[in-house]
Structure formats: structure tokens, C-alpha cells
């Protein structure tokens, strides 16, 4: 057991469906009349660009990482060689907090769309939650989703990656047909205002843009798995990213070009309603876009089992976290108790009813930029402490690159912070407070069981293997 390795099964298609799939997600479906709402049209685009910006800065970073160290838990590993142990744990236990919130965020999500095909499924009423009450089928239909989806993972990558392509390919379809039909049938007048409550709106929004984007990440967390040439890892993830940021953007376009401001605030599910109307008023366009947004659930769904799934393996195999969370199954070669371990926190997620959707965005969110900001810090000490590292993606000008990226990095960390008008609320803090209590419980009792030596001895080994390998 102790030799077994992940395998290396994962192509071009593959590992562009699996990052992109991941990034796209539900968020389209649910969230794009808000983002309009909140900001206007062209100030949703702003946000976007902005943010997509910064997201493709931190993705180059990542990039030319990636591509020197493909190791499971990738960002483990570059803060370790970069900063040392503790960052290199504080580093992991974020993004590992940002990926378990999209997975809890899709179990509620996937509850959430079924409204809009079966409008009257959701009885049986339990409790009330922030306003929302939370009904027995709501439930049912979010954790009977989550308990697929832990089965998909669970036997094996390979898989999970078809499905992810197949269902990429079902999104793609609807959102070309939304974007096509919304540029025929639309028109200007809809899409103002153009800017809503000022640079207000657009930080709202901007708030947003880094759990809608996260995904590409899932990439250096399945390096291992990936049987590509190095450099391929660095171009595939950047171009995932960008394929992203035009995605998001083409969708707020369509949205508001076919909607007017009156019924977007009216509609349930705005993405869905712009698709019928854009095709005279069609329940069943409608449909089609709302099966794009369930594969988008499942895409990003299994993607985020599987970057959770290597980052929690990764921390365990170096005496991190419990030693058995880094096992792999002896038929599936799958990290299956750390599968395990993410589906029985994330199938509980419906019990928390839709408010649970915000407090998982921002508080996932926050995670994931501190996770970003150690890799652009990690990227900017290594080019300075190891500049003759092989880096088969090397990044041209990458310093500048690097201090953008950290720069950006802490301006959105701050947008999270009291007293801004995108601050966090309390049950947002609260999630990120037992998220830190958790994590030292584990890295202390874990190390002291471990040794410091021996986890130091398994990270310096495997990242010297990999250089052996080049």
C-alpha cells in the first residue's frame, strides 16, 4: 500500500474539461441576474474582466509551478520548497476549505435547479433557516446528489474525467445557443443601466469572481494523474482560464441584452428565462439551458472532489493530517478515504437550505485567495532561491507577473475584511474560524505523531524525485 502510486491517465481533453468544467459550474445558472442586479451589465463585465484578470495573473503563476512540480497537492509543495512547512500546510488547509465549499455549494445547488423543472417538487416541510424553509425532497434530491457523485470519484479518475467531458461538451451546446439566440433577439435598451450603485456594485460583484473562477487549480492538484509533457500542464491551465473569463462574460451579455431590469428581478433562475425568451418564450429552450446548468453542477461537482480529494491525500502522506486519509484504494488507486471523508462533511450541506449558497461563496472564497496569494509569494521566493529550477513553463517577465499577482491577491483579501461594503458576514466568519480550529487540531496532533523530521524527509524526497525525472 505504502508504494502505490496515483496513475498517470489524463490527456489534452481531459485536463482542459476537468479545469474549465470545474470553473464554470453552476454559478452561471443561479447567479448571473444578481451579478446584473448588483452591478449592472457593464458593470458585471468590469467585475469580471477584473477579476479575470487576476485570476489569469495568479494562474500564470501557478502555470510555470505546476509544470516544474506536478505533484498531487501541488500548492503544498510549492510553499514547502518556497517558505517551509507551516505556510506549506496553511497554504493547503485553505484551498482545501475553498474546494469542500464549492462541493457543499453544488449540493445545494442541485436541489435548487429541480424548482425550476418540477416546480411544485419541493414538500415536506422541517425548519426554517434565514427566512428559507427547508423541505424533506429539497433535501433528499441535494444528498442523493452528493452520495453519486462521491461514487463517481471514489472508482477512479478515469471516470470521472470522461463524465466531466461529456457534460462539458452539454454546457458549451446551451450557453452557445443562450449567447446566439439573446445577440438575435435582444437588444441594448435592456442592458441598462449599464452601471448599478456605482464602484459599490462592481465590488459586490467583484467579491464574487474568485469562487467563480476557481477550478483551474484542480490541475496542479491532479499533475500526478496527468500524462503530458510538463510544459503542456502550464498551457492547458492558463488557457483554461482564460476560456473561463470569456465564458462569464459572453453569459452577462446574453442575459442582459435579452432581459430587462424588471424581469430580472422577477425571474427565479434568470439564465434559464433569458434562453426561453430568446427563443419566443420556449419552456423547452429553457430545459435546455437548465440541463447545461446541472452538467455544469456535476462538472464542477466531481472536479472539486478531486482537487479536495489529492490536496487532503497530499497533506496526510506528509504526516499532516491522519496518516490513512492518504491511502489509496487497492483497486480504484483512488485517495478514497479522503473521498470519503469530503462527502460525509459536504452531503449535509442541504440541510442548511439555500442561505448556505452565500455563506459558502465568501467564505470559500476568502480561503481560496489566501491559498493564491502563498503561490504568487511562493512563485516570487522561488525565482529568487532557486532561479536555475528546471521550469519547463517559464514565465517571461515573471517577477512583474508574480507582484501583480500577490498585489491583487491582498486588494481582493481586504474587500472581505470589516468595514468594507463587500465585508463578510457573521456565519461567513464563523465557518472560517472552525476551519482554522480544525486545522490546528489536526496539523499539531498529526506532526507530533509524524515528526517534523519525517514529513520534511517525504516532501524534500518526492520534489527531488520529480527533478530526478525531468
Known amino acids: 500500500m505504502e508504494d502505490q502510486k496515483l496513475i498517470k491517465v489524463l490527456g489534452n481533453k481531459d485536463t482542459l474539461a476537468l479545469a474549465f468544467g470545474a470553473m464554470i459550474g453552476w454559478g452561471w445558472v443561479v447567479t448571473a ?100 424553509d427547508v423541505n424533506f425532497t429539497w433535501v433528499a434530491v441535494g444528498m442523493l446528489g452528493s452520495i453519486f457523485i462521491a461514487a463517481v470519484n471514489y472508482r477512479g479518475i478515469k471516470l470521472a474525467s470522461f ?36 464602484s459599490t456594485g462592481i465590488l459586490v460583484v467583484l467579491l464574487m469572481t474568485p469562487f467563480m473562477f476557481v477550478g483551474f487549480d484542480v490541475i496542479p492538484q491532479a499533475a500526478e494523474e496527468i500524462n503530458l509533457p510538463r510544459k503542456r500542464i502550464g498551457q492547458l491551465l492558463v488557457f483554461s482560464v482564460v476560456l473561463a473569463v470569456v465564458w462569464y462574460i459572453a453569459i452577462i451579455f446574453g442575459v442582459s441584452r435579452i432581459l430587462s431590469p424588471s424581469e430580472i428581478n422577477e425571474s427565479n433562475l434568470v439564465t434559464a428565462d433569458a434562453m426561453a425568451k430568446a427563443f419566443g418564450d420556449s419552456k423547452m429552450m429553457g430545459n435546455i439551458l437548465v440541463l447545461g446548468g446541472v452538467g455544469g453542477i456535476l462538472t464542477s461537482w466531481i472536479g472539486f472532489y478531486v482537487g479536495g480529494s489529492r490536496a487532503i491525500y497530499a497533506l496526510a502522506r506528509a504526516g499532516m493530517l491522519p496518516k490513512a486519509l492518504g491511502e489509496l484504494h487497492p483497486k480504484y488507486n483512488t485517495p478514497y478515504k479522503a473521498i470519503l471523508l469530503i462527502a460525509g462533511l459536504t452531503t449535509l450541506a442541504p440541510l442548511f437550505g439555500r442561505p448556505a449558497l452565500v455563506w459558502l461563496v465568501d467564505a470559500g472564497g476568502l480561503s481560496l485567495v489566501v491559498a493564491w496569494l502563498m503561490v504568487a509569494a511562493s512563485f516570487l521566493i522561488l525565482r529568487k532561491t532557486d532561479p536555475n529550477m ?54 499539531t496532533t498529526s506532526i507530533n505523531k509524524f515528526g517534523k523530521d519525517e514529513s520534511d524527509r517525504y516532501m524534500n524526497g518526492e520534489i527531488e524525485r520529480i527533478f530526478r525525472d525531468e
Not at 444578481?34 to 463585465?45: K, M, Q, R, Y
Not at 457573521?426 to 474560524?433: A, G, K, R, T
Request: proline letters at 5%; glycine letters at 12%.
Open 390 to 443: 528546471a521550469r519547463p513553463f517559464y514565465l517571461k517577465g515573471g517577477s512583474t507577473i508574480g507582484i501583480i499577482a500577490l498585489i491583487m491577491s491582498i486588494g481582493v483579501m481586504i474587500l472581505y475584511m470589516p468595514g468594507m461594503p463587500s465585508a463578510l458576514s457573521m456565519p461567513e466568519w464563523v465557518i472560517i474560524l472552525v476551519w482554522i480550529v480544525l486545522g490546528f487540531i489536526f496539523y
Open 163 to 198: 463524465l466531466t467531458f461529456i457534460l462539458t461538451a452539454l454546457i458549451i451546446v446551451a450557453g452557445i445557443l443562450l449567447i446566439t439566440g439573446s445577440s438575435i433577439a435582444g437588444n441594448v435598451e435592456n442592458m441598462k443601466p449599464f452601471i448599478e450603485k456605482g
Open 33 to 132: 441576474g444578481l451579478w446584473i442586479t448588483e452591478a449592472g451589465s457593464l458593470g458585471a463585465i468590469i467585475a469580471f474582466v477584473i477579476g479575470g484578470t487576476m485570476v489569469t495573473v495568479v494562474g500564470l503563476t501557478y502555470a510555470e509551478l505546476a509544470s516544474a512540480i506536478p505533484l498531487a497537492g501541488g500548492e503544498m509543495f510549492y510553499a514547502y520548497k518556497a517558505m517551509g512547512r507551516l505556510p506549506s500546510f496553511i497554504t493547503t488547509w485553505a484551498i482545501v476549505l475553498g474546494y469542500i465549499s464549492v462541493v457543499a455549494f453544488e449540493a445545494v445547488a442541485l436541489p435548487t435547479v429541480f424548482e425550476y423543472i418540477v416546480p411544485s417538487y419541493s414538500t415536506g416541510y422541517m425548519y426554517t433557516i434565514a427566512g428559507w
